[in-house]
């Protein structure tokens, strides 16, 4: 299943392009995509550590941290992602920063026009689909001509699947070291 993750620091920014999107993602190619959304670009930053995602839509002006900054993130943990940007700025020294720094693939202006971001989004999930399979088609190429071992080949896919999933913490005897539980809040 693909997942879309949507950031933007202001909630009913969020909540209305859920509720534009969601009727879209329930058809056609886009069937069965998950939205996923953060009004924190540092907790969807960690985020892209711990789940792969097709798209990442940010928004462009965010506290902490900007649309760029965590678009290059995404690049860095996720390079098959494909990277958009929404924002009310026009200006064109944004627009080329975001392209030259972060990839992008679309930048979308503010108020959005839901039809044209519906289809960008299919777009995105096309190339998206695409790039892995041509690293898919890469990474069996290199196991052909030995470049690659199949166990590399197989740890590759693993990790564009589930970032993190082959990084193994071991203790000082040998032993697989879990990561802390998340602890439970009062009353849930």
């Known amino acids: 299943m693909d997942k879309i993750l949507l950031v933007d620091d202001e909630p009913l920014v969020l909540q209305a392009l859920s ?21 924190d670009p540092v907790q969807a930053c960690r985020r892209l550590r711990e789940s792969r995602f097709a798209v990442v839509l940010s928004d462009f002006r965010m506290p902490a941290m900007d649309g760029i900054e965590l678009l290059r993130e995404a690049r860095a943990h996720q390079p098959l992602a494909t990277r958009m940007i929404l924002s009310a700025s026009n200006d064109i020294s944004t627009v080329m920063q975001a392209l030259n720094d972060a990839e992008v693939f679309r930048y979308l202006s503010k108020p959005w026009d ?45 990790e564009a699947e589930e970032p993190g999933i082959t990084k193994v913490d071991w203790g000082p005897m040998g032993e697989v070291l879990l990561p802390p539980l998340p602890r439970e809040e009062p009353g849930s």
């Open 114 to 158: 839901l039809g044209l971001l519906v289809l960008q989004l299919h777009g995105a999930l096309k190339r998206h689909h695409a790039l892995r399979t041509q690293q898919g088609l890469a990474d069996a190429m290199q196991v052909l001509t030995g470049d690659m071992s199949p166990q590399a080949a197989e740890m590759r896919r693993l």
């Open 19 to 39: 509720r534009g999107l969601r009727p879209h993602l329930a058809q056609g190619m886009a069937a069965g995509v998950h939205l996923e959304m953060h009004h």
